[in-house]
């Protein structure tokens, strides 16, 4: 499998811990790799490769989790092409999910995205603790 490849590639390069597990719905193995304080869970289906990892935890008052997922989906609009990931609502969690097509894919190319995923991972869960300011377009006053 190609992935076990680049994922082993990619732990021995950087030093990371990875280990296996199941998706249960699925009953596909996926990989959990640790960096620094990062967990991206990697799976391989219907011809791509997944990629996920939490951003943070969602409040359990429905009014504060609703102001959150907000400000979460604001961020991800304004900063859409620097961090080109998806945001997604998965149990308790707010999560960042990225896919990449597996056909013709070469090691590089899977290093890069790694790195882009965790580079948008850690200013989603950053923006956490610091406000991250939120750019708002420009007020247009025609005559």
Known sequence: MILDN???TLCEKYNFACFNSQIADLGQEAYTLICDDLNLRYFEASG???LTAKIVELPDDEREQTELLQRYLKMALTYIKRYPVAIA???SELIAFYQLSVRNIEYGQFESVVEEFLNAVA???QSESDE???SRPAMMIHP
Do not use: A, L, M, R
């Open 132 to 134: 991250v300011e939120i």
């Open 6 to 8: 680049f994922v082993n």
């Open 123 to 125: 200013f989603f869960q």
């Open 48 to 50: 791509k490769f997944h």
């Open 89 to 91: 609502i998965e149990g």
